[in-house]
């Protein structure tokens, strides 16, 4: 039987799925004697929501456990308002059906952590319950070797430099992120390094996620002066970059996920 959270143990009891010395045990509060004998009888999970629907996924690796795609720019992660389908969650449901975590109770692709719509690059999902569970400890153990590709706006002075600041919500637009006071916010570490000169007045650099924050590296970068190439929240107005965007066509943040390493559970 597969590891079970504790949020999902509560819904167990609650629902009368757990039996003790007594009977049926359904107060997820009550303290229970010590040697005290449970069964869990976990039923079977029910079908997802979301349509799955016959996307292509550019897969990189896959067993029973899990799966590693990379994401194109473009491609949603979770259905929500305004994006009802065509995410990467109706992908996974049709191309792993059959094979998919149920350790909410519902049969779904466990996805443990997410990359803006137009970032491209890496993400890892869950099969199985015990993957579920072991990938989401390690991004909670800020375990996980994260690193992107970025090009940025300027000529970075310094070869290298780490970013150490809290994040949260913009006093003045919610809907972006900000370097906030301690207190305020999450922490949040990035390590960069420069690659290489780019083009004019660009650089190419790699970002080390220590942290895994919204918007950290659009945020990180842009509040040492050098904000990512077409990022539309946080990125330069000067009109040299909107030429250089304009030349390459490119319309999107000019961020990749380049790098994922993990500890297969």
Known sequence: MPALSRERLKVLISSGAVTGPDGLARDPSKKAPGGALFSIAVPDPT??????????????FEDEHLIV??????????????????????????HCAGQLSGIGGV?????????DKDT?????AAKSDRAHIGLAAQ????????RYRAIVAGKVSTSAGTICTFLGRSSTNRKKMAVVREGS?????????QLREQLREATLVECRLETGRTHQVRVHM????????G?????????????????LNFRRQALHAAHLGFIHP
Not at 120 to 124: A, H, I, R, T
Not at 139 to 146: G, L, M, Q, T, Y
């Open 47 to 60: 079908p997802a929501h979301n349509e799955a629907q016959d996307i292509a996924l550019d897969v990189v």
């Open 69 to 94: 795609i990379d994401k194109p720019a473009g491609l949603v992660v979770h259905p929500a308002a305004g994006n009802l389908d065509g995410t990467l969650v109706n992908a996974l449901l049709h």
């Open 107 to 115: 049969a779904r692709p466990g996805i443990v952590h997410r990359i």
């Open 120 to 124: 491209s690059g890496l993400m890892v």
């Open 139 to 146: 991004f909670k153990a800020h375990s996980i070797d994260r």
């Open 185 to 193: 916010g999450k922490h949040a570490i990035t390590h960069w390094c």
């Open 222 to 229: 842009a509040s040492i002066g050098h904000p990512l190439l």
């Open 231 to 247: 990022d539309p929240v946080y990125g330069s107005t000067r009109p040299i970059h909107r030429a250089l965007l304009a030349t």
